[in-house]
């Protein structure tokens, strides 16, 4: 079965830092464009940052210069690096297989920024 498990999140003061990772099994991680959704209360769900095969990282202009993804092929792990967090992070983030077709998310890390 195909897992997407996060972690990592949490409550953290505005300016501070946290990291998501994201464990997958399943299928074969280092062939997969993988990417961060995060979806605040009353909002509608929005991409954060992808890691593209055969383009590398691309962030949402929200993020960019702030948040980081990476991915550990040899771990199966996808994360991402958040830097000078802002009230307006506050969301719960997902991680996903797949660009412009979704095909499996994982259950969401809750991270709060206050």
């Known amino acids: 079965d195909v897992q997407l498990v996060e972690s990592g999140g949490g409550s953290v003061q505005t300016g501070g830092t946290m990291r998501l990772s994201c464990v997958v099994s399943g299928f074969a991680f280092e062939d997969a464009d993988m990417a961060w959704w995060r979806q605040a209360p009353e909002k509608e769900c929005e991409l954060v940052s992808a890691?593209?095969?055969?383009?590398?990282?691309t962030y949402s202009d929200a993020v960019k210069g702030r948040f980081t993804i990476s991915r550990d092929n040899a771990k199966n792990t996808l994360y991402l690096q958040l830097n000078s967090l802002k009230t307006e992070d506050t969301a719960i983030y997902y991680c996903a297989r797949g660009l412009g077709r979704v095909d499996y998310w994982g259950q969401g890390t809750q991270v709060t920024v206050s």
């Open positions: 890691f593209r095969r055969d383009r590398g990282p």
